[in-house]
C-alpha cells in the first residue's frame, strides 16, 4: 500500500468520525429543546461501549474508554428526521406521499405473488405434499393452542370458585397436596439425570408420544 492510499483511507477514517460526531451533537441539542426530555438536559448522553469485534469507528472518548454510536442509535436518528420531514409536509403533500407509498407496496405484493406462483408451477409433487404437511401442522398447532387456552380458562375460574367455597381444612389440605407434587416432581428430576444419554433419548421420546395421543384425545370430539 502506497503513502497516498493510506493518506486516503486516514482521510475517509476522519470524514465518517467528524459525520458521527456531528449527528451526536444535533441529537444533543434536540433533546435539549425537547420540552419532553427537557428535564434530562443535564444529564450527559451516554453512548454503549464499542466492542473490539465490531468495525464501527469511536465518535468520542472519555474515561480512557472509546464509546461509538450504535447501528440502533443511528437508526433513531434517521427515523426522527423522517419523522419531521413527515409532519412538517402541508396535508396535500402527505395525501400523494402516502398514495404512492400504497402503490408502491401493491406493486411490490404483485411481484412476491408473481414469484410465488411461477414458484409453485415449478415445483413437484412432493414438495406441494411436504407444503400441505407443514400447513396442517401449522393449523393442528393454531387449534391445540386454542383448545389449551380455553381449558386453561375454565379450570382457573373453577379454582377460583373452589377457593371462594373452601375451608381452612381444604386449603391445607390443597397444600400438602401441592407440596408433595413438589417433592415428586425433584425426585423425578433428579432420576432424570442419573440416567445416561440413551436413557433420557428414551424417555423423552416416551413422554412425547404420551403427550401426543393425550392432545390428540382432547382433540377428538365428544359423541352424544
Request: glycine share 2%.
Amino acid at each position: 500500500m502506497t503513502a497516498k492510499e493510506k493518506n486516503a483511507i486516514r482521510a475517509k477514517k476522519a470524514r465518517e468520525e467528524s459525520t458521527e460526531k456531528h449527528e451526536v451533537e444535533e441529537l444533543k441539542l434536540k433533546n435539549l429543546n425537547d420540552p419532553h426530555v427537557s428535564m434530562c438536559s443535564t444529564i450527559d448522553i451516554q453512548l454503549t461501549p464499542c466492542s473490539p469485534s465490531r468495525n464501527v469507528s469511536p465518535t468520542m472518548s472519555g474515561e480512557g474508554n472509546k464509546l461509538c454510536m450504535t447501528a440502533k442509535e443511528k437508526n433513531a436518528i434517521r427515523a426522527k428526521k423522517a419523522r419531521e420531514e413527515y409532519h412538517s409536509l402541508s396535508e396535500e403533500e402527505r395525501k400523494r406521499r402516502n398514495k404512492k407509498r400504497s402503490v408502491n407496496w401493491a406493486k411490490q405484493k404483485e411481484r412476491e405473488g408473481d414469484m410465488l406462483r411461477k414458484l409453485v408451477h415449478q415445483a413437484t409433487a412432493e414438495d406441494l405434499e411436504r407444503v400441505e404437511k407443514i400447513l396442517a401442522e401449522k393449523r393442528r398447532n393454531k387449534k391445540r393452542s386454542v383448545n389449551w387456552a380455553k381449558q386453561k380458562e375454565r379450570e382457573g375460574d373453577m379454582l377460583r370458585k373452589l377457593v371462594q367455597q373452601a375451608t381452612a381444612e381444604d386449603l391445607e389440605r390443597v397444600e400438602k397436596i401441592l407440596v408433595e407434587k413438589v417433592r415428586r416432581a425433584e425426585v423425578q428430576r433428579r432420576r432424570y439425570h442419573r440416567k445416561s444419554f440413551e436413557e433420557r433419548r428414551a424417555s423423552n421420546h416416551e413422554n412425547y408420544l404420551k403427550r401426543k395421543e393425550r392432545q390428540e384425545a382432547a382433540l377428538k370430539p365428544i359423541r352424544m
